[in-house]
């Protein structure tokens, strides 16, 4: 909100300044509880600041054209809001001057914020990120560039900065040089995690800088944020290891901020690691249905520092309202995601072994007030070693805007009792380690 014309403001100094205060935050906070007293002073209802953004520095690179204000929304951290007698909590800011809500009913009224960890111990991840797999067809649509670019402004000021795109998501890496031109100052504090999924074969530096530099051709940039790589055949697993060899010797000269892997199996990730590749994480299938990663890949994760990035989270959407108490018919298949993910249930169990997983859920999200899709992300994004859910999205879609549904995520807090629930009925299922294999062995036959 703007500070209304004529106002006149009178910022009231705090007996006890916190002694640490970063100096180059000062402005910053001072604007802030500026905001806070015009919000609380003028005639409109009083409301929050919700700062939606990580809680990081604007990049010396972002364009001056930032208001001041934007500036200061940019620069706030939690413990920097300490210092004037503000709160963190449950993803919401309070600063002092604006109302402070009377119950939990009405804090959860209010917009949480994005949570955000660290990925290569320095690169922000949201722990929902933006899935861009829905732009490489068999989702129904066509995706449009300028919608689709619009869609990806409206998440990043949302608070979701991360996306997950591949060389073969369709125009997905070409669109996010289109974002970046259209939008700078927003490119800017986004992160994109791309893929290369090469066949076996030649892989000579040539043909791997070839590879690179078509990604950073296609996405408009001089670095890639995240490279994963997928490999098909484990048999060949001096191809790979050189692949990563070179792609480690691009991280060096600048090309690549960090090195990623996609369903790749423990064994192999232990292999890439005891190379002396330094890969910072691996992209692989997790939700509250296939749990196949707590086995074997969460636990060597834990203990060398690689992190998991997880998709198939909700099943394509079968892991929704929608589907409680729902009998299956034709139009449930209308997308591949839901072709897909309609076997790994049927790997699973059953349709009536899902619904009676979908119940309990449905107990668990009416308890919290959110969605079966929340819960479902929320679960996920809680285990050992993930850095985040991917959230497949349908960018540019009219309907399809699902940031205010999924900023839910992070105003949810699972107990041990939502737990138990969902884990009365997981237990009951088959074993989809004995059943498939590890992490990615649905891909290899």
Same mark, same amino acid.
């Given at each position: 909100p703007r500070v209304p014309q004529g106002h006149k403001l009178r910022l009231i100094q705090g007996e006890a300044r916190h002694d640490k205060m970063v100096a180059g935050c000062r402005t910053a906070l001072l604007l802030v509880a500026h905001l806070a007293l015009a919000v609380s002073f003028s005639t409109l209802p009083a409301s929050r600041v919700s700062l939606n953004k990580r809680d990081a520095a604007v990049s010396p690179r972002a364009p001056r054209a930032l208001s001041s204000l934007s500036m200061a929304m940019e620069r706030i951290s939690r413990r920097q809001l300490g210092s004037l007698g503000g709160t963190a909590a449950a993803g919401v800011l309070w600063v002092p001057g604006?109302? !402070?809500?009377?119950?939990? +009913? *009405?804090?959860?009224?209010?917009?949480?914020? #994005?949570?955000? /960890? @660290? &990925?290569?111990?320095?690169?922000?991840?949201?722990?929902?990120?933006?899935?861009?797999?829905?732009?490489?067809?068999?989702?129904?649509?066509?995706?449009?560039?300028?919608?689709?670019?619009?869609?990806?402004k409206d998440q990043v000021e949302a608070g979701f900065t991360t996306f997950d795109l591949a060389e073969h998501y369709g125009p997905a890496e070409t669109i996010t040089a289109l974002f970046r031109k259209q939008h700078p100052e927003l490119w800017e504090k986004s992160q994109f995690f791309t893929k290369w999924v090469p066949m076996p074969g030649d892989m000579s530096r040539k043909v791997v800088q070839a590879a690179i530099d078509e990604r950073l051709e296609k996405m408009g940039t001089e670095r890639l944020?995240?490279?994963?790589?997928?490999?098909?055949?484990?048999?060949? !697993?001096?191809?790979?290891? +050189? *692949?990563?060899?070179?792609?480690?010797?691009? #991280?060096?000269? /600048? @090309? &690549?901020?960090?090195?990623?892997?996609?369903?790749?199996?423990?064994?192999?990730?232990?292999?890439?690691?005891?190379?002396?590749?330094?890969?910072?994480?691996?992209?692989?299938?997790?939700?509250?249905?296939?749990?196949?990663?707590?086995?074997?890949?969460?636990?060597?994760?834990?203990?060398?520092?690689?992190k998991i990035l997880a998709y198939g989270?909700?099943?394509?959407?079968?892991?929704?309202?929608?589907?409680?108490?729902?009998?299956?018919?034709?139009?449930?298949?209308?997308?591949?995601?839901?072709?897909?993910?309609?076997?790994?249930?049927?790997?699973?169990?059953?349709?009536?072994?899902?619904?009676?997983?979908?119940?309990?859920?449905?107990?668990?999200?009416?308890?919290?007030?959110?969605?079966?899709?929340?819960?479902?992300?929320?679960?996920?994004?809680?285990q050992p070693a993930v850095a985040g859910a991917i959230v497949g999205a349908r960018l540019g879609m009219a309907g399809k805007d699902h940031a205010p549904e999924n900023l839910k995520v992070f105003g949810l807090k699972l107990d041990d009792e939502d737990r138990a629930r969902i884990a009365s009925v997981t237990g009951k299922s088959k074993d989809l380690i004995a059943k498939i294999g590890d992490c990615g062995a649905e891909y290899r036959g």
């Open positions: 604006m109302p !402070k809500p009377a119950s939990a +009913e *009405a804090a959860a009224a209010v917009t949480p914020l #994005v949570e955000f /960890g @660290k &990925i290569g111990g320095e690169m922000d991840c949201a722990k929902v990120l933006t899935g861009m797999w829905q732009l490489s067809g068999g989702h129904g649509y066509r995706p449009d560039k300028a919608r689709t670019v619009r869609a990806m944020d995240l490279l994963q790589i997928h490999w098909w055949d484990y048999g060949s !697993k001096g191809q790979y290891l +050189e *692949a990563l060899g070179h792609m480690q010797d691009m #991280v060096t000269e /600048g @090309k &690549i901020r960090h090195l990623a892997l996609t369903n790749f199996d423990t064994e192999n990730l232990k292999a890439i690691k005891d190379a002396g590749i330094k890969v910072v994480s691996n992209q692989v299938q997790y939700s509250v249905l296939d749990q196949r990663p707590a086995a074997l890949m969460a636990p060597y994760c834990e203990k060398n520092d690689v989270t909700m099943l394509g959407g079968f892991l929704s309202d929608k589907y409680v108490g729902k009998a299956l018919d034709e139009n449930d298949f209308d997308t591949v995601s839901k072709r897909k993910y309609y076997n790994m249930i049927r790997s699973w169990g059953d349709w009536e072994q899902f619904q009676s997983l979908l119940g309990e859920m449905k107990g668990v999200a009416d308890k919290h007030g959110v969605s079966v899709s929340n819960v479902a992300t929320r679960w996920v994004v809680d």
